[in-house]
């Protein structure tokens, strides 16, 4: 009974970090229509800022928040002098960009930190275990990160149900064209959409870097993981996605307690369920 | 354009390339031999992902799938089970079961269009991958395996040729570098190869004229795939190892590269490109240790101001050309 209570609360954890990646991807391209493989790149970016920002401030929250500023940013800077120019191509020429770019940042990650494995305190203040039944005990960094996670998905809902900018978004993804006639700058839309985009995923990368290693590989594992989720989910929905990464957390999840042999499929063997009953996936924007 | 030769000049250009293919081997740089041997396998795969992506108007992010796998079924009969290292059987094998799951893949994917293709042929080849990866039963592991040596190719008592042999091995798939050329000229000359065609253009047109379009594209994915497998196949030969990075999306990407380089739809692009890119790559290597940093800027420049490939600077060129002069 322990052990599926803590599989469950890694699921939803998992999930949740998910989510924040996914929601990015998933408004990158329903809003914009781009395909951006470099997505992943910008998580394992956040969690090798983590690492170096965190050795020079010496704390996890200054470096949390001056990293999602310093990705904003970054997002803003790249679409302006990237992005922008793939709205019109197509898809083919959209994967091949950012594919050459997760090569560019691949190697510069490479050479300006190294390709060594490395890892971030826990904060000391959350360095300790939450008993959990009688035997079993929970990190509490674990506990605090899904909290977190949970309170910025709460605030991306706000953000884009609630308000104007939120309500363009959403315009922005179910009819462009209109948007643009009805006078709103889309040119800066997308521009804050990328650049939120960027840094839900370089926080996420962030966040996740103490309970994790920092490795080379990590961009793209979650790229992957978070292709699977857009399309459970459908391109563009961000409801979709949250429910998608919950269900792929707990499928990879679980799978892993299950059937280890099989644990690297079992995400794929939901997706593809989902894609014969749902083509579109869950939710179609 | 989709003919194998379509004027006296290219077809002098072509017989140069064959002869010049057909005697490098006799240099006896070993090194080098087995390099070209690379490209060219490459160069099939590279073809073989072309008749998806150019003919059919059909982005796959996934046909490295099918590559690892071709290798994997030598992998699996001649050395994990020992069951025949025979090539005149384990070839047709490794093709029939790449045609056989790209058939049944291809069921699933088709269904989907657009940037859902792009991502579910991803997702597909990385359920292979960790098929090959994890499974056990399936020389699952991270290290892929090491093969007992090349394919035997014994008919009866006879022994027409041995692929131990560097240059026999050269041979042996320029041999079917040239067969799938010229199976391709003949392919997108036929009706089939001009409905492919067809649906790239307009899909919903091919429809309602009443071609059963689905179907088609099918029959297009089930025969890409087993091109691909033959491609793994004669790489895993080649090395005398497999290993899951074959079915990696570096892999199939490295597939999309060759052919934005070499144009797509163009029955040399893939060729062209294969070569292009792997002498780029050999190239680079020996330079920087960052020789993807400069692949990276490499390919959004390309894409940013090339974006037809290095076929289109020759047609540019030639433009330029004309207006000068004509």
């Given at each position: 009974?322990?052990?599926?209570?803590?599989?469950?609360?890694?699921?939803?954890?998992?999930?949740?970090?998910?989510?924040?990646?996914?929601?990015?991807?998933?408004?990158?391209?329903?809003?914009?229509?781009?395909?951006?493989?470099?997505?992943?790149?910008?998580?394992?970016?956040?969690?090798?800022?983590?690492?170096?920002?965190?050795?020079?401030?010496?704390?996890?929250?200054?470096?949390?928040?001056?990293?999602?500023?310093?990705?904003?940013?970054?997002?803003?800077?790249?679409?302006?002098?990237?992005?922008?120019?793939?709205?019109?191509?197509?898809?083919?020429?959209?994967?091949?960009?950012?594919?050459?770019?997760?090569?560019?940042?691949?190697?510069?990650?490479?050479?300006?930190?190294?390709?060594?494995?490395?890892?971030?305190?826990?904060?000391?203040?959350?360095?300790?275990?939450?008993?959990?039944?009688?035997?079993?005990?929970?990190?509490?960094?674990?506990?605090?990160m899904s909290g977190i996670c949970l309170a910025v998905a709460v605030g991306l809902y706000f953000l884009i149900q609630?308000?104007?900018?939120?309500?363009?978004?959403?315009?922005?993804?179910?009819?462009?064209?209109?948007?643009?006639?009805?006078?709103?700058?889309?040119?800066?839309?997308?521009?804050?959409?990328?650049?939120?985009?960027?840094?839900?995923?370089?926080?996420?990368?962030?966040?996740?870097?103490?309970?994790?290693?920092?490795?080379?590989?990590?961009?793209?594992?979650?790229?992957?993981?978070?292709?699977?989720?857009?399309?459970?989910?459908?391109?563009?929905?961000?409801?979709?996605?949250?429910?998608?990464?919950?269900?792929?957390?707990?499928?990879?999840?679980?799978?892993?307690?299950?059937?280890?042999?099989?644990?690297?499929?079992?995400?794929?063997?939901?997706?593809?369920?989902?894609?014969?009953?749902?083509?579109?996936?869950?939710?179609?924007? | 354009?989709?003919?194998?030769?379509?004027?006296?000049?290219?077809?002098?250009?072509?017989?140069?390339?064959?002869?010049?293919?057909?005697?490098?081997?006799?240099?006896?740089?070993?090194?080098?031999?087995?390099?070209?041997?690379?490209?060219?396998?490459?160069?099939?795969?590279?073809?073989?992902?072309?008749?998806?992506?150019?003919?059919?108007?059909?982005?796959?992010?996934?046909?490295?799938?099918?590559?690892?796998?071709?290798?994997?079924?030598?992998?699996?009969?001649?050395?994990?089970?020992?069951?025949?290292?025979?090539?005149?059987?384990?070839?047709?094998?490794?093709?029939?079961?790449?045609?056989?799951?790209?058939?049944?893949?291809?069921?699933?994917?088709?269904?989907?269009?657009?940037?859902?293709?792009?991502?579910?042929?991803?997702?597909?080849?990385?359920?292979?991958?960790?098929?090959?990866?994890?499974?056990?039963?399936?020389?699952?592991?991270?290290?892929?395996?090491?093969?007992?040596?090349?394919?035997?190719?014994?008919?009866?008592?006879?022994?027409?040729?041995?692929?131990?042999?560097?240059?026999?091995?050269?041979?042996?798939?320029?041999?079917?570098?040239?067969?799938l050329l010229l199976f391709m000229a003949l392919l997108l000359r036929s009706p089939f190869g001009r409905a492919l065609?067809?649906?790239?253009?307009?899909?919903?047109?091919?429809?309602?004229?009443?071609?059963?379009?689905?179907?088609?594209?099918?029959?297009?994915?089930?025969?890409?795939?087993?091109?691909?497998?033959?491609?793994?196949?004669?790489?895993?030969?080649?090395?005398?190892?497999?290993?899951?990075?074959?079915?990696?999306?570096?892999?199939?990407?490295?597939?999309?590269?060759?052919?934005?380089?070499?144009?797509?739809?163009?029955?040399?692009?893939?060729?062209?490109?294969?070569?292009?890119?792997?002498?780029?790559?050999e190239v680079l290597s020996t330079f920087t240790k960052q020789w993807h940093l400069w692949l990276g800027i490499a390919?959004?420049?390309?894409?940013?101001?090339?974006?037809?490939?290095?076929?289109?600077?020759?047609?540019?060129?030639?433009?330029?050309?004309?207006?000068?002069?004509?």
């Open positions: 009974m322990d052990l599926i209570l803590i599989q469950t609360l890694n699921a939803v954890q998992y999930g949740l970090l998910l989510f924040l990646v996914a929601s990015g991807l998933t408004l990158i391209f329903g809003v914009m229509g781009v395909i951006n493989l470099a997505h992943g790149s910008f998580y394992m970016m956040g969690a090798y800022l983590a690492f170096t920002l965190t050795s020079m401030t010496g704390n996890l929250l200054v470096t949390i928040v001056l990293g999602t500023l310093l990705s904003a940013l970054l997002g803003a800077v790249l679409e302006w002098a990237l992005f922008s120019h793939l709205y019109q191509r197509n898809h083919l020429q959209q994967v091949l960009l950012t594919y050459g770019l997760i090569l560019i940042f691949e190697e510069l990650r490479s050479l300006l930190v190294g390709d060594e494995v490395y890892s971030v305190k826990v904060p000391s203040w959350l360095d300790f275990s939450v008993p959990l039944g009688s035997v079993m005990t929970y990190p509490a960094y674990r506990l605090f609630r308000t104007v900018i939120g309500a363009r978004i959403r315009a922005g993804a179910s009819n462009r064209a209109m948007v643009q006639i009805l006078g709103i700058n889309i040119d800066w839309l997308f521009r804050l959409v990328f650049s939120l985009g960027v840094a839900l995923a370089a926080f996420a990368g962030m966040i996740n870097a103490p309970s994790a290693t920092v490795s080379p590989g990590m961009g793209t594992q979650v790229l992957i993981v978070s292709f699977v989720v857009v399309i459970v989910g459908g391109i563009g929905s961000v409801w979709g996605a949250l429910l998608a990464s919950l269900l792929v957390a707990f499928a990879d999840t679980f799978g892993k307690v299950f059937l280890p042999d099989y644990a690297g499929i079992a995400i794929y063997v939901v997706m593809a369920a989902i894609l014969l009953w749902r083509p579109e996936g869950l939710f179609k924007s | 354009m989709s003919t194998l030769i379509t004027s006296p000049s290219r077809a002098v250009i072509i017989a140069v390339f064959f002869v010049l293919l057909a005697g490098f081997p006799q240099l006896n740089q070993d090194f080098y031999t087995e390099l070209v041997t690379r490209v060219m396998i490459m160069s099939i795969f590279a073809i073989s992902l072309d008749l998806l992506l150019g003919y059919t108007g059909l982005i796959s992010f996934g046909h490295a799938g099918w590559f690892g796998m071709g290798a994997y079924v030598f992998a699996l009969l001649g050395t994990k089970y020992q069951l025949t290292s025979n090539l005149w059987l384990t070839l047709p094998a490794a093709m029939l079961v790449t045609a056989f799951f790209s058939f049944l893949v291809g069921l699933f994917v088709l269904r989907t269009r657009g940037m859902f293709f792009i991502m579910v042929t991803l997702a597909f080849a990385q359920i292979f991958y960790f098929l090959f990866h994890d499974v056990k039963a399936l020389g699952g592991s991270s290290d892929g395996m090491n093969l007992r040596g090349k394919p035997t190719t014994a008919i009866g008592n006879w022994v027409p040729f041995e692929l131990t042999d560097t240059n026999t091995l050269y041979y042996f798939v320029m041999v079917l570098m040239a067969a065609q067809g649906i790239r253009e307009n899909e919903h047109r091919m429809e309602a004229i009443g071609f059963p379009v689905f179907r088609y594209k099918l029959a297009a994915f089930t025969i890409s795939g087993a091109f691909a497998g033959l491609a793994g196949y004669l790489f895993a030969i080649l090395n005398s190892s497999v290993n899951p990075e074959m079915l990696s999306w570096h892999q199939s990407a490295d597939g999309l590269l060759m052919l934005i380089l070499g144009g797509m739809g163009q029955l040399w692009g893939g060729v062209i490109g294969a070569f292009t890119f792997m002498l780029l790559q390919i959004v420049l390309i894409v940013l101001f090339l974006p037809g490939g290095m076929i289109s600077i020759f047609e540019r060129i030639k433009g330029i050309w004309k207006r000068r002069f004509a």
